[in-house]
């Protein structure tokens, strides 16, 4: 089909019309359609930024879904995967009548693996367990897809998901003796045939870098590649495009090397090497201790018994591979065991030697942290992604571009010969939103900042009623303002971290007139539609904080190439970061709200008229009288 029948499909009296009832056509919807089946057609690299309500899923699934191509689908999480499988796609096929083979893929941890299953079932370490895991044995018998979230009985964070579940490292792939009835392998059977394949980033990625055995990739022969939520990409990149170390995957493999020697019983040297390896991976999380954020792997090596440890992991993960390559021949399990030992063995390899093209760092987790080794620059990888990939490539989001600049992003990804195409909201600012610049505030790194924040922020609130966001830019901006909010205001406030996302976002808009204080996931990917949310307010530019060491060796290398760090990567990151949060305000042609940004900087520096200018435009306020008035008039 063309692009200009494509584009007729979204007039007011063609085929989405006809036959979606609560479809109103958008000028900008039918240009991003068209501007997609010209790419699929030409096989070019578009990048599009589609402002919030043009309609941007229904603009590249229409052009997808008629182009008669094979195509992959990556979004950013897996709620937006399966919203486009669940939702979306049914929809449109029916609407345009188009019998098109669509599958929904997610990594293996999504779903049941039948062999770990049954290996739980025998440990006598996991006997308190066993009701629980007949259950989900049970359950595998009923369940079509096997996705580990529909399984009864478990948690999110339950400690038990490790242990029926499968990772790249674990997984056995066609030597398993439950292959045949493998969740996994259905779901990669089943995409392979699909004309349209849904993924996530996360998976993009590995399908190209990790090439996993024993299932073959998924991805060649497609035609094209559409990238939703591009703007996630290059952070999903850090850890595919380099190695990646934790004493996490330590514990799993001395985990699974003790339950295979736990099952087998005459392997008292496996036993022992794994009990070694737990105790290296144990010794080296200690390190971690105290540590807050990344650090520069120089500089956690001179932490106290750090080298130590690293010394231990690596004799530990050599004599582990020493035992298993005597016993590799015996069973498939301990072949795989053999090579996950190899495996982590290249990545601390990887991790401790010194790569000037590479960046190392060292990162604190949950009772331990891992160990990081990314390009310092990603453009290399993406450019060889696409190779991999030939044919259209589609990468859209609401913030790619730093006013009508896409050059930030595109450098970062390799893309300078794509075409780009920005569109604008088609939501009316002008009428349904106003942008307040409290006047008086100090300079954000000035002692009293956040009490006069407060001072001039819980008037708006209280004024509002509630229907508010307070996004901040660190943990401690948050468990201020939670603190003093819960204080002096009377709604109910909700705050990151006291709940699972999706509740704590349930309740908040079921309320009405509740009261949010989130930090970097509440910034983007919500979306609260109504009066419920009437007031946003951003505590300061989101400026990556310094001592980050991945981000400060970026801006050591555009230093010594030439270029202005600041103006180059630490402002535009910013810019985009912060329509992010701004971005949760008009979610809807009816939404009315105030955008209220607390940084005092974008009317006292010369950079701040070019933050401003890259956000919607509307009407600038910087009295509160006129604040409060706009809040009263929005109130329901």
């Given at each position: 089909?063309?692009?200009?029948?494509?584009?007729?499909?979204?007039?007011?009296?063609?085929?989405?019309?006809?036959?979606?009832?609560?479809?109103?056509?958008?000028?900008?919807?039918?240009?991003?359609?068209?501007?997609?089946?010209?790419?699929?057609?030409?096989?070019?690299?578009?990048?599009?930024?589609?402002?919030?309500?043009?309609?941007?899923?229904?603009?590249?699934?229409?052009?997808?879904?008629?182009?008669?191509?094979?195509?992959?689908?990556?979004?950013?999480?897996?709620?937006?995967?399966?919203?486009?499988?669940?939702?979306?796609?049914?929809?449109?096929r029916d609407a345009l009548g188009a019998p098109v083979r669509v599958s929904l893929l997610k990594g293996?941890?999504?779903?049941?693996?039948?062999?770990?299953?049954?290996?739980?079932?025998?440990?006598?370490?996991?006997?308190?367990?066993?009701?629980?895991?007949?259950?989900?044995?049970?359950?595998?018998?009923?369940?079509?897809?096997?996705?580990?979230?529909?399984?009864?009985?478990?948690?999110?964070?339950?400690?038990?998901?490790?242990?029926?579940?499968?990772?790249?490292?674990?997984?056995?792939?066609?030597?398993?003796?439950?292959?045949?009835?493998?969740?996994?392998?259905?779901?990669?059977?089943?995409?392979?045939?699909?004309?349209?394949?849904?993924?996530?980033?996360?998976?993009?990625?590995?399908?190209?870098?990790?090439?996993?055995?024993?299932?073959?990739?998924?991805?060649?022969?497609?035609?094209?590649?559409?990238?939703?939520?591009?703007?996630?990409?290059?952070?999903?990149?850090?850890?595919?495009?380099?190695?990646?170390?934790?004493?996490?995957?330590?514990?799993?493999?001395?985990?699974?090397?003790?339950?295979?020697?736990?099952?087998?019983?005459?392997?008292?040297?496996?036993?022992?090497?794994?009990?070694?390896?737990?105790?290296?991976?144990?010794?080296?999380?200690?390190?971690?201790g105290g540590q807050i954020g990344r650090l520069k792997f120089t500089e956690f090596v001179r932490r106290?018994?750090?080298?130590?440890?690293?010394?231990?992991?690596?004799?530990?993960?050599?004599?582990?591979?020493?035992?298993?390559?005597?016993?590799?021949?015996?069973?498939?399990?301990?072949?795989?065991?053999?090579?996950?030992?190899?495996?982590?063995?290249?990545?601390?390899?990887?991790?401790?030697?010194?790569?000037?093209?590479?960046?190392?760092?060292?990162?604190?987790?949950?009772?331990?942290?891992?160990?990081?080794?990314?390009?310092?620059?990603?453009?290399?990888?993406?450019?060889?992604?696409?190779?991999?990939?030939?044919?259209?490539?589609?990468?859209?989001?609401?913030?790619?571009?730093?006013?009508?600049?896409?050059?930030?992003?595109?450098?970062?990804?390799?893309?300078?010969?794509?075409?780009?195409?920005?569109?604008?909201?088609?939501?009316?600012?002008?009428?349904?939103?106003?942008?307040?610049?409290?006047?008086?505030?100090?300079?954000?790194?000035?002692?009293?900042?956040?009490?006069?924040?407060?001072?001039?922020?819980?008037?708006?609130?209280?004024?509002?009623?509630?229907?508010?966001?307070?996004?901040?830019?660190?943990?401690?901006?948050?468990?201020?303002?939670?603190?003093?909010?819960?204080?002096?205001?009377?709604?109910?406030?909700?705050?990151?971290?006291?709940?699972?996302?999706?509740?704590?976002?349930?309740?908040?808009?079921?309320?009405?007139?509740?009261?949010?204080?989130?930090?970097?996931?509440?910034?983007?990917?919500?979306?609260?539609?109504?009066?419920?949310?009437?007031?946003?307010?951003?505590?300061?530019?989101?400026?990556?904080?310094?001592?980050?060491?991945?981000?400060?060796?970026?801006?050591?290398?555009?230093?010594?190439?030439?270029?202005?760090?600041?103006?180059?990567?630490?402002?535009?990151?910013?810019?985009?970061?912060?329509?992010?949060?701004?971005?949760?305000?008009?979610?809807?042609?009816?939404?009315?709200?105030?955008?209220?940004?607390?940084?005092?900087?974008?009317?006292?520096?010369?950079?701040?008229?070019?933050?401003?200018?890259?956000?919607?435009?509307?009407?600038?306020?910087?009295?509160?009288?006129?604040?409060?008035?706009?809040?009263?008039?929005?109130?329901?």
């Open positions: 089909m063309s692009p200009s029948e494509v584009e007729a499909i979204f007039a007011a009296d063609g085929a989405l019309a006809s036959a979606i009832a609560d479809y109103a056509p958008r000028l900008q919807q039918a240009q991003m359609a068209k501007s997609v089946a010209q790419a699929l057609e030409s096989a070019t690299t578009l990048v599009v930024e589609a402002g919030t309500g043009t309609g941007k899923t229904f603009a590249y699934l229409v052009p997808a879904l008629l182009s008669g191509q094979r195509v992959v689908i990556s979004t950013g999480t897996l709620n937006l995967q399966d919203q486009l499988f669940r939702r979306d796609l049914p929809r449109l293996r941890a999504n779903y049941l693996c039948l062999h770990r299953l049954k290996q739980a079932q025998q440990l006598p370490a996991l006997r308190a367990q066993w009701p629980r895991l007949q259950v989900l044995a049970d359950w595998a018998q009923q369940t079509v897809h096997g996705e580990i979230q529909q399984a009864p009985q478990l948690r999110r964070d339950d400690p038990l998901l490790p242990r029926v579940t499968s990772t790249a490292e674990n997984c056995l792939g066609s030597r398993c003796a439950d292959f045949e009835q493998c969740f996994v392998a259905k779901a990669r059977q089943a995409a392979q045939a699909a004309d349209v394949v849904v993924v996530n980033h996360h998976l993009l990625l590995s399908d190209f870098v990790l090439k996993e055995e024993g299932f073959g990739r998924i991805l060649p022969g497609a035609d094209a590649v559409i990238v939703d939520e591009a703007h996630q990409l290059p952070d999903a990149a850090e850890q595919f495009f380099g190695a990646r170390l934790s004493t996490h995957q330590l514990d799993t493999l001395a985990q699974d090397c003790a339950g295979e020697a736990e099952v087998l019983r005459d392997v008292p040297d496996l036993a022992d090497a794994a009990l070694a390896l737990s105790r290296a991976a144990t010794r080296l999380a200690s390190s971690f106290e018994s750090a080298p130590e440890s690293l010394d231990a992991v690596n004799e530990a993960l050599k004599n582990l591979h020493a035992v298993l390559a005597a016993l590799a021949e015996r069973s498939v399990e301990l072949a795989a065991l053999k090579e996950r030992a190899i495996d982590l063995g290249a990545r601390l390899a990887a991790v401790i030697t010194q790569d000037d093209g590479q960046i190392r760092w060292a990162e604190p987790q949950l009772r331990g942290g891992s160990l990081n080794a990314t390009p310092l620059k990603l453009d290399d990888g993406f450019r060889r992604l696409r190779e991999a990939l030939p044919g259209a490539w589609i990468l859209t989001s609401a913030t790619l571009a730093v006013g009508e600049d896409f050059s930030h992003f595109a450098s970062e990804l390799g893309l300078d010969e794509a075409k780009t195409l920005r569109l604008d909201s088609p939501f009316d600012f002008e009428t349904q939103a106003r942008l307040y610049l409290p006047p008086g505030l100090p300079e954000p790194n000035a002692p009293d900042y956040h009490e006069r924040l407060f001072d001039a922020v819980i008037p708006l609130i209280r004024e509002s009623g509630g229907g508010a966001f307070m996004l901040c830019t660190s943990h401690r901006a948050l468990r201020l303002a939670s603190e003093r909010l819960r204080r002096e205001l009377k709604q109910p406030v909700y705050v990151q971290g006291e709940g699972d996302r999706a509740t704590v976002l349930e309740q908040f808009a079921a309320d009405g007139n509740a009261v949010l204080v989130g930090t970097s996931s509440f910034w983007e990917g919500v979306d609260v539609r109504g009066s419920a949310l009437r007031l946003v307010i951003i505590d300061r530019l989101p400026f990556t904080a310094p001592g980050d060491p991945v981000f400060e060796a970026r801006l050591d290398a555009i230093a010594q190439s030439g270029g202005k760090p600041f103006m180059d990567y630490q402002l535009p990151q910013a810019i985009m970061m912060l329509r992010q949060g701004a971005g949760r305000l008009i979610r809807d042609a009816g939404d009315r709200g105030l955008l209220v940004l607390c940084d005092p900087r974008l009317r006292g520096r010369a950079y701040g008229a070019r933050v401003l200018a890259s956000l919607p435009a509307m009407p600038v306020l910087i009295d509160e009288a006129d604040a409060r008035r706009w809040l009263r008039k929005i109130r329901p």
